[in-house]
Nanobody, 126 residues
Framework: QVQLVESGGGLVQAGGSLRLACAAS????????MGWFRQAPGKEREFVAA????????EYADSVKGRFTISSDNAKKTVYLQMNSLKPEDTAVYYC???????????????????WGQGTQVTVSS
C-alpha cells in the first residue's frame, strides 16, 4: 500500500504562483513514477505532469508546458508541482498519483496509476 497526501492548494490571482506537494508513505520503494492530474467541475480528470523516480524524466501536458515544473525529493518521498503564470482555466482539484511499475499505459493516462491522493483545490481568480 502507498499513501499519498497533497498540500499547497489555495486561492490565487491570475498570473500568480502556487507550489503543490505530494508526500508518499508506505511501500514507496516499489514506485516507478509519480504524476499530477486535475479535474475541473463537469470535466474528466486530465494529465498535468509526471516524473520517473530513477531517471528523473518528466512529461507535461501541452497546456502547462513552460508554466509548471514537476520535481521530486526522493529522500523525502515528496513530489512537487511548481505552478507559475496561473490562469483561471487552471482552476481544478489537483490529484497526485503513484505508478508502481514501468509497463502499461505510459505516464499520461489515469489508468497507469495505482494509488491516488485525496486532492487539493486550486482556484485562480481573474
Amino acid at each position: 500500500q502507498v499513501q499519498l497526501v497533497e498540500s499547497g492548494g489555495g486561492l490565487v490571482q491570475a498570473g500568480g504562483s502556487l507550489r503543490l506537494a505530494c508526500a508518499a508513505s508506505g511501500r514507496t520503494f516499489s514506485m516507478y513514477a509519480m504524476g499530477w492530474f486535475r479535474q475541473a467541475p463537469g470535466k474528466e480528470r486530465e494529465f498535468v505532469a509526471a516524473i520517473t523516480y530513477r531517471e528523473g524524466s518528466t512529461e507535461y501536458a501541452d497546456s502547462v508546458k513552460g508554466r509548471f515544473t514537476i520535481s521530486s525529493d526522493n529522500a523525502k518521498k515528496t513530489v512537487y508541482l511548481q505552478m507559475n503564470s496561473l490562469k483561471p482555466e487552471d482552476t481544478a482539484v489537483y490529484y497526485c498519483a503513484a505508478k508502481l511499475f514501468s509497463l502499461g499505459w505510459g505516464l499520461t493516462s489515469p489508468r497507469a496509476y495505482d494509488y491516488w491522493g485525496q486532492g487539493t483545490q486550486v482556484t485562480v481568480s481573474s
